[in-house]
Structures are given as structure tokens and as C-alpha cells.
């Protein structure tokens, strides 16, 4: 009995040789199914599209009982002045601040059950941002935070947009005069390009970016022909890396300078009015929408800090009763909060960028669910007058509330549960860790096997402990 034919390997696509060696008896013994599976296995495997994050990051802390996890059934010692409505999603509520959310619930995750235990703004926004599990305070990072991170690793791959790969609008920097986020034992290259200025202003313009007048480029060239020629520093000698940090803010301040797409991007003007308005012609609204124009220009990290004047007196979220009356200070600020973040994560999809874009909106903790009364420091936006008993909210890491949207994750629905006071989570606790490893796995990074070298040369892991929120990705 002849043997078997035997079998064809195929390694790659073929070209007209490799289809004449094989021969026709070759492919005559494949059957239709073979053929098929022949042709599938050869295709051109389609590169996968690079993804990107907008974190909204709302600091001082957002009360969760009166935003994302309203509690009505508690006494009044909780519960605060807000109705409950209904959303898109059966079964999901909010509070009456936030109906233009409620109406894209479908469109979106909360996650009720972030727990960890970094009472004060410092050590909540490091054990956030930089997987710090220390719950004390300190003055500036030892780890560096995640978008400095995720920008490094990622710039192994070539881009094709000539803008810096992380930019912060009104970026996070600072907690009063405590850092709390910043590169660490990464290249200072890897921070972000920051955008200071209010983008709602009729003269908002980002410095030194995209010069267009012809002479002032051809002076720019002419300076940097000349420093390069007087450039004797012995690179050789430096240990530490900070030439090749400074090389790559040159390179990056030159692209900006020079290449009019960077201009375009930061352009708000190009923006049709009704969408400008639809976000809200306020730094908020703005702010938003220059971070969907930036990731459609292709940034891939975007952070953009909600605080300032349109949060009340001291202008941040950070409503202890000598700060702000917790309730006042929330009505304050809730029609531009929801009015820009709702804009944005409508954008996300309608523009096709959901499967790309992932829209995180956190803070560093909630709020407490027991309310408090103390006396006002002083009159303001949302406070009563110095020595006025209002009420407040105060710190509250034990439980809180984060939004998750587009990023292709699963959406319209609620992962976790704090208990039915909102004091402590009942359900499905996930800590920093997982709130990073969920970020990286968006962006591509293993978070269990990435590493990064310390300032000794030692290799210290991204995420030590933790895994993405299974809830919220597709598998």
C-alpha cells in the first residue's frame, strides 16, 4: 500500500516559486475546508490599534453617597439633600446632580467597591496614581506614577504623531505643596508635556507650540545649528542619563515648534461652536474637549485635573465643613462636572473611539458617609461666612467610587458594593493595584512581568500586587 502523501507546511504567504514547488497534485489534495484554513492561517495578521487614556481626576475627593452611590434609605446623619433618579441602565441610580450621566449610563462602569488606606490627599493620590501602598504622607513620590510609566514603556514603539505622547491638561501635579505625581526613578523625559493655561479663554494658546511665522522658524534653526556646534559636553560621562533626557525634551520642543500639526492640535477653534457648547464653554468643558481633540491627534496619555475656581472657595473637591458646605459646593460645580464629562464620554463613541480610548474618572478617595457640622473659615463660593456652622464631608478612603467608559470594556452596569451606609465595601473589593493593572492592561503592559529599574539599577515591579478588574474587560 502507497504511503501517505506527505503533509504541506505552509510558514507564510507564498510567493509564485513557493507556489510552483508545491505543485498543483499538492494543492489538489487539499480539500475545501484545507484550503480555507490554508488561506487563514497565511493571512496578514492586522497590527493592533494603540490604545489610549483620559483620566479625569477630580481632586480633593467626590463624595460618593452624593454623586455615584446614593443611599436613600439612610437616616439623616447620612443621607444627603439629593434625589435619587434613574438612569439608562435598570437597576443603576444617581443623584439628581448628574442626569445628563444618567441618560449614557449604558455607556459606562461604576466601580463602588476602591478601597485602600491612604487617609490624606498625598498618600490617596500616591497609592492611586503610583501604586504607593504606605498610608503616610509625604512630601514628594517614591515611586513614579503610572503615566510616566506607561509613556516610557510605550515609547519603545514608533508613533507616527508628531505630539508628545503624554500631555497634561492642567496636569496632576501637586496637593497644596506636597507632589503627588511626578517620574521618580524614570527619565524626567517621560512627564508630560503640561497645558497651564485655561482653554475656555478667547486668548488660550500653549506655549512654544507650533510657531507659524517663516522668520522665526528660520531663526530657531539658525540657534539650534549654533548650540549643536558649541556643544562640548561629554556625554560619556554621564551617568545618571539626564543628557539623553535633555536631548529628547529638545527633540520634542522642536517638533512642537515646527510641525503645524502640533498647532492644529491644540486649535479649539476648529471646533464647531455647538460642540464647544455642548461641553460646556467653561475650563471644564474645555479642558475635556482638548483632551478628545489631543487623542484623536494621537496622544495616547492624558490627564486633566477638574478643580479650581469652578469648585467653590478653596477650589478643589475637598469639602470639610470649614472648606465648603458639602452641599452647596456640590451644586456649585455638578452642572459643569456632568455637562463635561458626559460630553466626552458621548465623543468616545460617537467618533468610533470606544474601542481605543478608555475615560477613567476618579479621585484620590470619597467622602464620609456621616456628615459633619463645624464652622465655616471663611465666606465664598459654596461657605457661609467665617464662623458659620455648615455642614461637610470628610475623608474617606474606605470606600469609594470610580467611572469607567469606552476602552472596549464592558459597560452599562455596577462592579462591587460599599455597605448600606457607603462606609465600607460589601462586595468585590479592588484596590489601587487592580485600579492600575486594569489601566496598563488597556494600554498593552503586563503589569505582572513589567519591571522598571530603580536608581540602584534594580528591577522593581510596576504593579506588585493586583490584577485587572475582570468585570470590566471583554474576554
Partial sequence: MPSASPPIICSGPLDRRGFMRIGLTGFASLSWPGLLKLRAENAVKPTRERTAIILVWLRGGCSHLDTYDPKPDIGSEYRGPFKTIKTKVPGMQLTELLPLQAKIADKFTLLRSMTHTGGGHPAGSLQMLSGDPDPRDKPKPLLPDWMTVANSLRSKNKRSSPLPNYVGVNPIINYDSFTIAGPGFVNAAYSPLAVLS??????????????????????????????????????????????????????????????????????????????????????????????????????????????????????????????????????????????????????????????????????????????????????????????????????????????????????????????????????????????????????????????????????????????????????
Fill in 198 to 475: 485655561d482653554p475656555s479663554r478667547p486668548d488660550f494658546a500653549v506655549p512654544n507650540v507650533g510657531l507659524s511665522n517663516p522668520s522665526q522658524l528660520a531663526r530657531l534653526n539658525d540657534r539650534m545649528a549654533l548650540l549643536h556646534s558649541l556643544d562640548k559636553l561629554e556625554r560619556n560621562v554621564d551617568a545618571a542619563g539626564e543628557m539623553g533626557a535633555m536631548d529628547q525634551f529638545e527633540s520634542q520642543a522642536m517638533t512642537l515648534l515646527t510641525n503645524p500639526q502640533t498647532r492644529h492640535a491644540f486649535d479649539l477653534g476648529k471646533e464647531d461652536k455647538r460642540t464647544r457648547e455642548r461641553y460646556g464653554m467653561h475650563r471644564w468643558g474645555q479642558q475635556l474637549l482638548l483632551a478628545r481633540r489631543l487623542v484623536e491627534s494621537g496622544v495616547e496619555i492624558i490627564t486633566s485635573c477638574l478643580d479650581g475656581p469652578q469648585c467653590g472657595r478653596v477650589g478643589n473637591w475637598d469639602d470639610h465643613a470649614v472648606n465648603h458646605n458639602v452641599f452647596e459646593a456640590l451644586r456649585f460645580r455638578a452642572g459643569a462636572f456632568d455637562q463635561a464629562v458626559s460630553a466626552l464620554i458621548e465623543d468616545v463613541y460617537a467618533r468610533g473611539l470606544d474601542k481605543r480610548v478608555l475615560v477613567v474618572v476618579s479621585g484620590e478617595f470619597g467622602r464620609t458617609p456621616k456628615i459633619s457640622h463645624v464652622a465655616s473659615s471663611g465666606a465664598g463660593e459654596a461657605s457661609a461666612a467665617a464662623g458659620v456652622v455648615q455642614p461637610g464631608r470628610d475623608h474617606w478612603p474606605r470606600a469609594f467610587t470610580n467611572l469607567w467608559a469606552g476602552g472596549g470594556l464592558q459597560t452599562g452596569g455596577v462592579i462591587g458594593a460599599s455597605d448600606k451606609r457607603g462606609e465600607d465595601v460589601a462586595e468585590h473589593a479592588c484596590t489601587p493595584h487592580d485600579f492600575l493593572a486594569t489601566i496598563y492592561h488597556h494600554l498593552g503592559i503586563d503589569s505582572a512581568k513589567e519591571t522598571i529599574n530603580d536608581f540602584s539599577g534594580r528591577p522593581t515591579p510596576i504593579v506588585p500586587n493586583g490584577s485587572p478588574i475582570r468585570e470590566l474587560i471583554r474576554m
